[in-house]
Structure formats: C-alpha cells, structure tokens
C-alpha cells in the first residue's frame, strides 16, 4: 500500500452530512451523539430559515437584502462602496490570521448555526476522534443567489469575489472554534449545485473559475488546520472534483458509485496522496428505499463495489482504512422515522465493516 501522507485514516468510521428533521438542538445533537459519536458535527435544522443554504453564511457580506420574500444582493446603494472598503480591511487583516477569525464579521452567529454552539458545549462530555462542520459551497450560493434584476451571484464579478472570501472565512472561523476539541477537524464543502457538471447545463461556465473558487475555500480550511471535504449529493464531474486539493471527496455512493469508479485512476491518484473517500451508502432521497434496506445488505452492497475498484496497490482492506460510511444526504427533509433508521443503518453498516476490516 502506498504511504499515507496524512495521519487521520478513519477506517470506517460513521459520520453524518448535516442536517436533520427537528427542530430542538438538544434533541439533534442526542441523535448524532447516540449514532456517530466518534465523529460529532453540528447539526443544521431547516425549520429554521435562517439555517437554510443561501441564508445561514452570508453574514457579514455587504449587499445582502432578506425580506420574508426573497434573499438577494444589492450593489447600488449609497452605502455600499463603504461596506466593501471595511469588507476587505476585515478580509486582509484576519486572512493574515486566521485565528483572529475568531473575533470578527466572519464569525457564523448562535441564531443562524445554533448548533455549533451546542456541540461546542457538549464538548466536556464527549471524547471525539474527529468533529465535522459545514459550509454552503461558493457555487452553490453563487448560483442560487441573485441580484434585483435576477442576475446570479456569480455573473457579477465584485460580488462573486466578496462572498468566495466571506465562505473562505467562515470555514477557516469554525477550524478555529471547534479547536477546544483538540481532534481533527472537518469541514465539508456542500456543493449541490455541482451536479450536472461537464454536462450542457454549465457549457458556458469555466471549470477552471469554480476549481479556483474552490481552492480558496479548500486553502483557507487547511490554513486554519482543518481537513477540507466536499460534498456532491448527485453525479458530477468527479475527476474534476478529485483534483482540486480537497482531502475527503464526499458523494452518493447508494446511487452513482458507477460514475465514481469510471474514474478509477483519478481515485487511486487521490488515494496516493492521502485522500479519504466518504461512501454515501444509506439511500437519503426515497423513504420507501430507506425501509428496504438493512446493514447487511448495505455492507455487502460496499464490498461488492470496491471489488471493481481495488487494483493491486489499493485492495479492501486498504482502501476501507481511507473511507468514512455515511447517509447519501442530509435527512432534514425525511420524516424523524425515516431519518432514524438512516442514522441507525450509518452506524450498523459502520461496525459490520469495521469488525471486518479495521486493523486491531
């Protein structure tokens, strides 16, 4: 086996995507710390509005407009070119340091991401090998907002550039604030909106324009001595994506492990140089689906695909030593059975496979 540059190999260890469908923070983290102890994340609950995708990171960004309506930016103000002056005095001086994040307009606030002031509270009572937190990816926002006149985010250079850096920071923020955990720390990308990618939906969008705005949010979590991750919950352009210097690819292994292993030599190349594959294998998007499966079922459906993917330097053994088992998506849109079972089938899928192939 190839060497590991980097010294956390999960060896299958359970971890969750994000959010889940309740709306009491003590009650969420009870459920992440009954089913994923190992590795707590905070919890995103979409009962509240504010901790949906196009709203919960965009503090601290000059522009933004909420109404009860609409989210969307506005640029023409009177007051705006002010704003953006402080913006990037605030950017250069905690870019310098990332740890004076810490203190700063990029600091993510108790009513837009309640839950990670609940894990960080929970952290005298729980012994963690990792902890994961999130952040909306910087196409996803880009794409989702717009300005008055409905033109996306990210056909607007200025604004584009301000909120690539305001994600950028509010990743490398919560590296710094879940520190009192002293353990790795993970913080995966959600890029949604990257499914379809290379196909004629994004024919006039540059992939060399989204790897560079990837790489700022990926750079900036690594800086602040954090693991950076991204998840993809559909198909994409998964060579692309492996090589944009994120260290966990997260996807849906339930539904498109075929397109994943299309791309075997670009896995093997991640793998070589220390990346760690999160295998979505609990179905998320059908609670019919949810209800037909069992962890056995699960686990062999795992081994059965990485029999097509090892080659003679990454067999199971191997390549289970780089892999997180996890829910193809969040669960905040299934009903609180659904999303149970699938906490439950995370966990038991975990230990059949660890017991059979974690080293001892």
């Keep these: 086996m190839p060497k590991q540059p980097h010294k956390f190999a999960p060896s299958g260890l359970a971890l969750l995507i994000g959010s889940l469908p309740v709306s009491d923070y003590d009650q969420a983290l009870s459920l992440i710390t009954k089913y994923t102890p190992a590795i707590p994340l905070w919890p995103q609950l979409p009962s509240n509005p504010l901790e949906r995708m196009l709203n919960q990171f965009i503090e601290g960004l000059p522009g933004i407009i909420e109404t009860d309506d609409r989210t969307y930016f506005e640029l023409s103000s009177d007051d705006f070119e002010s704003e953006q002056l402080k913006f990037y005095e605030d950017y250069l001086r905690v870019s310098e340091n990332l740890a004076q994040t810490l203190d700063s307009r990029f600091a993510v606030s108790d009513t837009r991401a309640h839950g990670i002031y609940a894990l960080r509270d929970s952290c005298t009572s729980v012994s963690p090998t990792a902890v994961k937190g999130q952040v909306t990816g910087p196409f996803t926002l880009l794409t989702g907002l717009s300005d008055v006149q409905h033109k996306l985010g990210y056909y607007d250079e200025s604004f584009r550039d301000m909120a690539v850096k305001c994600l950028a920071m509010k990743a490398a923020w919560q590296v710094n604030f879940l520190r009192i955990f002293n353990v790795p720390t993970i913080i995966f990308i959600d890029e949604p909106a990257l499914a379809g990618l290379g196909s004629s939906a994004f024919i006039s969008i540059d992939k060399d324009d989204i ?7 990926i750079s900036a979590i690594q800086q602040a001595g954090g693991m950076a991750g991204i998840h993809v919950c559909a198909n994409t ?11 966990i690819l997260s996807f849906d292994a339930y539904g498109f492990f075929d397109r994943l292993a299309a791309c075997k030599n670009d896995v093997y190349s991640f ?3 220390g990346g760690i594959i999160a295998w979505g294998l609990i179905p998320t998007a059908d609670e019919k689906l949810i209800a037909s499966e069992t962890s056995a079922s699960l686990a062999a459906r795992w081994e059965s695909n990485i029999e097509e993917l090892a080659d003679g330097n990454w067999d199971k053994a191997a390549i289970f030593e780089r892999s997180l088992i996890t829910p193809s998506c969040g669960t905040g849109a299934l009903t609180l059975e659904a999303a149970t079972k699938v906490l439950e089938l995370t966990r038991d899928v975990s230990k059949i496979l660890r017991d059979k192939y974690a080293k001892q």
């Design 211 to 217: 790897a560079a705005d990837l790489s700022e949010v």
């Design 237 to 247: 352009d998964w060579s692309f994506l492996l090589s944009v210097g994120l260290d």
């Design 271 to 273: 793998l070589d140089k």
